[in-house]
């Protein structure tokens, strides 16, 4: 959830029937907006591999999102990912754009065997955007991922792994934020060698 006042907040998450119906998980992007009054449901695109339209519910694909971050009533971005893809363990990550009349999708770098996925956004100005989630390989190895938007177009940025050597990593980020002064805050989890479970991992970096 992002709030740009107390008359204009955003909302976003996931709807679905939980699978009911054989062949048909049919998960959809959920975004809701506040108007100080009440809130309500906004339409918003889905992804079916390569195709983008109106989420028909009836497909076997998962679509959510899973972070929002708003600059003014008339820009404002969502991080999410299709899931399912052909029927198969594969992610297509992508952001949702809204330009003050509708969402629009935009798809971003996707890297690995199985895909990425986006797990949190925050926007530093409108040309200065970061979205966090993790990238699977075919082997299993779980890898973070970075991108940034720089008013143009979306690329992959470097992010460190801090996790197993000897074994498959598991590392990967779960939100990001920024207080401000171009400074990214990322936050996750990684597989530390020689410990059995996951430890907390964060990420700083300057804008750019």
């Known amino acids: 959830m992002d709030e740009l006042s107390a008359t204009d907040a955003w909302a976003v998450g ?14 959809r992007p959920l975004i809701e907006h506040w108007n100080g009054t009440a809130w309500s449901v906004v339409p918003a695109p889905c992804l079916a591999g390569t195709a983008v339209s109106a989420c028909s ?33 594969f992610h297509i990550p992508h952001v949702l754009h809204w330009n003050g009349t509708a969402w629009s999708l935009v798809k971003t770098p ?44 979306w690329s992959l940025v470097a992010s460190p792994a801090t996790g197993s050597t000897s074994c498959l990593p598991d590392d990967s980020l779960a939100g990001v934020a920024s207080p ?28 750019g």
């Not at 996931?14 to 998960?27: F, K, V």
């Not at 998962?62 to 029927?87: H, I, K, P």
């Not at 936050?187 to 700083?204: E, F, H, M, V, Y």
């Open 14 to 27: 996931a709807s679905g029937d939980g699978g009911a119906g054989q062949g048909n998980i049919d998960d």
């Open 57 to 89: 519910g009836n497909s076997i694909n998962l679509n959510e999102l899973t972070g929002v971050t708003a600059l003014s009533g008339n820009n404002a971005w969502a991080s999410g990912s299709e899931g399912n893809v052909n029927d198969m363990n």
């Open 110 to 153: 996707n890297r690995g065997g199985e895909g990425s996925l986006l797990n949190g956004i925050t926007a530093l100005g409108a040309d200065d955007i970061w979205a966090v989630g993790q990238t699977q390989s075919l082997n299993g190895a779980i890898k973070p991922l970075t991108e940034q938007f720089n008013g143009s177009t």
């Open 180 to 207: 401000g002064g171009g400074l990214v805050l990322a936050a996750g989890a990684p597989d530390i060698p020689g410990q059995c479970c996951l430890r907390t991992l964060g990420l700083k970096t300057t804008s």
